[in-house]
């Protein structure tokens, strides 16, 4: 029984998914910067003096890292959480990272008895506190029914893709493909409906009304057209997250030697964006690669 979960990392969605698990779960989490720490205690989490001293003795842990590497050192590197790690323990992987070496590290994991659950999310911090993320997952059965009670209180959609790790990683790898290309494509239809003389506003609206409207379009349009006010669009999303993702998706191609041009294709304009010094920024954004500037 699932009764005690650590959070490594308590940033823009690690904060709000240790709070909403706070809600059902004894839960410990440890972040580099004081103020997060003291943010977390306010929200019901318990902060750890150490990584090591969080995962001690927690039945599930949630990592959220931005490669593979990143997560091969934190588990078995300087940092060596894996030692910390009790029998029949998981490891719960947040991000996408991409499905190579996943497989490695799961079996170095299950030798210290512990396991590794694959379950990249999506949704954003908001979704977070409120459990309506959207979470794609590979595991063992035995590691998934002891991370399950804690991927149901952040998921409203939980899909269970595969029994090993990796398989969520591949999953995730097909949704950042169509995301990264539909944001792309959102950037350059309103960036030509402006070129062309139309109202933004109203295009826009036209647009999500009809068979053109996608989730993309609907969720980043709007804040694309703010991406020229100072300031620029809350950030929700970093434009650089999609210089990685499809970066991955890249990877992931080449190695299956299949041909996807419209991927790399957007993958070349978040390129463009981050040498041109947008990748902070929301990655809605992009559009200013194609438009530096809308119509006055």
Not at 136 to 141: F, S, Y
Not at 239 to 262: E, N, W, Y
């Amino acid at each position: 029984m699932t009764s005690t979960v650590a959070v490594i990392g308590l940033g823009a969605m690690g904060l709000p998914m240790a709070a909403r698990l706070a809600q059902r779960f004894e839960v410990r989490g440890y972040d580099l910067a004081a103020e997060r720490l003291a943010l977390a205690a306010d929200q019901g989490v318990a902060p750890a003096d150490s990584a090591a001293a969080a995962v001690t003795g927690a039945d599930a842990v949630l990592v959220a890292v931005r490669t593979g590497e990143q997560l091969n050192d934190l588990l078995f590197g300087e940092a060596g959480l894996s030692a910390h790690l009790g029998e029949g323990s998981v490891v719960i992987l947040t991000s996408t990272v991409g499905t190579e070496g996943i497989a490695d590290i799961a079996a170095r994991l299950a030798e210290r008895g512990a396991g590794l659950v694959d379950a990249p999310l999506s949704g954003g911090p908001v979704r977070a506190g409120e459990g309506d993320l959207l979470i794609v997952v590979g595991a063992e059965p035995a590691a998934l029914e002891t991370a399950r009670p804690v991927l149901e209180q952040l998921a409203s959609t939980l899909t269970v893709v595969g029994d090993k790790p990796g398989d969520g990683q591949a999953l995730k790898t097909v949704n950042q493909l169509l995301c990264g290309v539909h944001i792309a494509a959102a950037a350059e239809a309103l960036a030509l409906a402006d070129a062309l003389g139309l109202d933004r506003a109203r295009t826009l609206e036209a647009l999500t009304a009809g068979a053109a409207d996608s989730f993309m379009l609907g969720n980043r349009g709007p804040r694309a057209l703010q991406a020229y006010d100072e300031g620029g669009a809350e950030v929700l999303s970093r434009l650089d997250i999609f210089v990685k993702d499809l970066g991955i998706v890249g990877q992931a191609a080449r190695k299956a030697h299949l041909s996807t041009p419209v991927a790399a294709a957007a993958e070349q304009l978040f390129l463009l964006g981050e040498a041109q010094g947008l990748g902070a920024l929301d990655d809605s954004a992009v559009i200013r690669v194609v438009a530096p500037e809308l119509r006055k």
